[in-house]
């Protein structure tokens, strides 16, 4: 893990096209501005550990049987 200090109003590049600046620091709180192109995926990693912990207690109530159905119907 690379790790780098930056003042406000500083910001790093990561690529050709990603700058990520920091916006202000408060209690401890750090606002960070990302510009980025579209096409690139910007999510809060606690949110994605959520929608994947969901994702995983979703998928132990099915059966193969009810996947095997709905792909089939999928099909159509």
Avoid: C, H, Q
């Avoid at 930056?6 to 050709?16: A, H, P």
């Avoid at 990693?45 to 792909?71: C, F, H, P, R």
């Amino acid at each position: 893990m690379l790790v780098l200090s930056r003042k406000v109003d500083e910001s790093i590049v990561i690529g050709d096209n990603i700058t990520i600046k920091v916006i202000s620091v408060e209690k401890g709180v750090v606002k960070l501005g990302i510009d980025a192109p579209k096409n690139v995926s910007i999510v809060r990693s606690e949110l994605l550990e959520d929608v994947k912990d969901a994702n995983i207690a979703a998928s132990k109530g099915t059966k193969l049987s009810d996947l095997t159905s709905l792909s089939a119907f999928i099909k159509k």
